[in-house]
Nanobody, 111 residues
């Protein structure tokens, strides 16, 4: 079955960096878009970045320049490099493709 497993979350200070990974199985990774979403308590899940199978990666406007998404089709894995993290980046980050979601990884930005 389709599985998406996020990892790499944790506690980081403002200005720090984290790299999230989304390891997948059960579908043809290379021909599907991979999306990263995030959600904080009381708010709707929001799109962070969409990585198409080809073409330009699409970022949420507010995150351009700080976040960089990539994919390694040979490893069926997507990545989200997050730099210059801010307090408001604290959230659970989810990997998504088509109608499937991972369970998320918690990123906490705190001094």
């Amino acid at each position: 079955q389709v599985q998406l497993v996020e990892s790499g979350g944790g506690l980081v200070k403002p200005g720090g960096s984290l790299r999230l990974s989304c390891t997948t199985s059960g579908f043809t990774f290379g021909i599907n878009p991979i999306n990263w979403y995030r959600q904080t308590p009381g708010k709707e899940r929001e799109l962070v970045v969409s990585i198409p199978r080809a073409g330009d990666t699409i970022y949420a406007d507010a995150l351009k320049g700080r976040f960089t998404a990539s994919r390694d089709n040979s490893k069926n894995t997507a990545y989200l490099q997050m730099n210059s993290l801010k307090l408001e980046d604290t959230a659970v980050y989810y990997c998504h493709t088509n109608n499937y979601w991972g369970k998320g990884t918690l990123v906490t930005v705190s001094a």
